[in-house]
């Protein structure tokens, strides 16, 4: 990031109508999971409609860090897979930048590697718990180090010193359903003597699954018992592909659905998006509330379902309850609906969302400091919040202080679409995930400038 982007200001007006139709960047997960797990293929393979935000830039950096040619164009990417084997040890630290999973990912990837590596990263992700990560990783049999954290005596923050290998398999019951997690012993357990269990209590995004299964990995996932088994014994070691496509990010297109379920006479189609069932709850909590919502699967990537989207404005949407399931499916997504609640009409609850205050910032405190900014009445609880919406009665405008959190960033700029008075968000903020996101409001109509 530049000095010069890093003073950038987006600017936010009352908008007209919203309509197109619009295609987001590739989904971050799985953009992710697609350089990583490329990497460990053998020889070249393409990826096509690759996230282009500064979490996925982390990845491809770290990987290169450790020896494997990433070559990024647009949003292709040609990597050349060297197999868990053909990993280098880095010569400086691996910066993780913002991202939680590029950081939690390589954990247990480096956990395998027999040499020692030093994981750091921005001020936000240093704050963030990775001792529920270092503790299953130590009993696998890795060595990593960290720094303490003083509001938990247990727990472990960034910078992480990981000396690997001889790992062997275990069983293990996670304290919360975290991808990024199970994900991160998925990967150490393909590197492990025997098998690994691993279970969840809730089902998380399955994307690590699929897309191993599809690689030809080692990996049995039944989502119903939410027990996935990885058990390398006899398997060759090798991932094979040779062209993967990821689909567009849900989670992006989610700021653009929310804004034409509130912004009046909308019309939006969101095309070429991913639909993988762990991750829809948004689409589930808006049809609750009434929004015109459509939604057609056109195709698979990966494994991973694809489709359209379109949502038509309807009027004053209705209060929600986003608790258990709904929550944990939509959980990057409650920034969003946080905006829908908030100019919805009647008291909405959101329960069980803990997991919030351990995101690239509190979420909990980040959205309820918005929206009380934004004079909508909000009250946190232990394990999340209460919006008492406006019916459409407009939000203040005003400066939003997202705390380096791009989906703060992006809830603050839609509930300006609606505001009477200008609001201007922090654009390098937006950039970790969806740097596109004020060009294709921009198409859509939004009054936005930079
Ligand atoms: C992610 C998993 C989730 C999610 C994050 C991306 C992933 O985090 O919130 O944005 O790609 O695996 P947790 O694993 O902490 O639930």
């Known amino acids: 990031m530049t000095e010069s982007a890093a003073q950038e200001i987006l600017r936010v007006g009352r908008s007209p109508s919203l309509r197109g139709v619009c295609s987001v960047p590739g989904d971050k997960s799985i953009s992710h999971r697609a350089l990583l797990f490329g990497a460990l293929c053998r020889g070249a393979v393409e990826i096509r409609g690759l996230g282009l935000g500064g979490d996925n830039a982390s990845t491809a950096a770290a990987l290169r860090a450790l020896g494997v040619e990433v ?42 590697r027999p040499f020692a590596t030093t994981l750091t990263g921005d001020p936000s992700l240093s704050r963030r718990p ?60 393909l590197q492990a003597s025997g098998k690994t269990c691993i279970e969840e209590p809730g089902l998380s995004r399955d994307h690590t699954e699929r897309m191993l299964r599809f690689l030809g990995a080692p990996i049995h996932a039944d989502p119903v018992t939410r027990r996935v088994v990885v058990d390398p014994t006899g398997w060759t070691g090798e991932l094979i592909a040779s062209a993967v496509e990821v689909p567009g990010d849900l989670s992006s297109a989610a700021f653009l659905l929310v804004a034409a379920a509130v912004v009046p006479g909308s019309d939006v189609t969101v095309e070429r998006v991913g639909l993988n069932p762990t991750r829809t709850g948004v689409l589930d909590a808006l049809q609750a509330m009434g929004a015109n919502l459509e939604v057609f699967q056109t195709s698979e990537a990966m494994g991973e379902p694809v489709g359209r989207v379109r949502v038509r404005w309807a009027g004053p949407l209705r209060a929600a309850r986003i608790a258990g399931d709904l929550a944990l499916r939509s959980i990057d997504e409650i920034p969003a609906l946080a905006v829908a609640c908030a100019l ?106 930079s």
Not at 148 to 155: A, I, L, N, V
Not at 171 to 178: E, G, I, K
Not at 418 to 426: A, G, I, M
């Open 71 to 112: 070559q990024v164009s647009g949003s292709t990417a040609r990597v050349e897979g060297r197999g868990f084997s053909g990993l280098r040890q880095a010569q400086a630290e691996l910066d993780c930048g913002n991202s939680g999973t590029t950081m939690r990912l390589f954990c247990g990837l480096l956990a395998g």
């Open 130 to 189: 990775m001792g529920r990560v270092a503790k299953p990783l130590r009993l696998m049999g890795a060595r990593i180090e960290g720094h303490s954290d003083p509001q938990r005596p247990e727990g472990l923050l960034p910078p992480l010193v990981i000396a690997g290998g001889n790992l062997r398999g275990i069983d293990y019951a996670l304290p919360v359903a975290s991808a990024q997690l199970k994900s991160a012993l998925v990967l150490a357990g």
């Open 344 to 449: 919805a009409e009647g008291r909405s609850e959101f329960a069980d969302v803990g997991e919030l205050r351990v995101k690239e910032s509190d979420r909990i405190a980040s959205i309820a400091r918005e929206l009380a900014r934004a004079g909508i009445e909000v009250e946190q609880t232990s394990t999340g919040f209460w919006v008492q919406g406006t019916g459409g009665r407009p939000p203040k405008g005003g400066r939003v202080s997202p705390d380096r959190d791009h989906r703060i960033a992006m809830a603050g700029a839609v509930l300006g679409l609606l505001s009477d008075e200008e609001t201007t968000v922090p654009s390098e903020d937006i950039a970790t995930s969806f740097p596109t996101f004020a060009e294709i409001l921009r198409t859509l109509g939004a009054d936005l400038k």
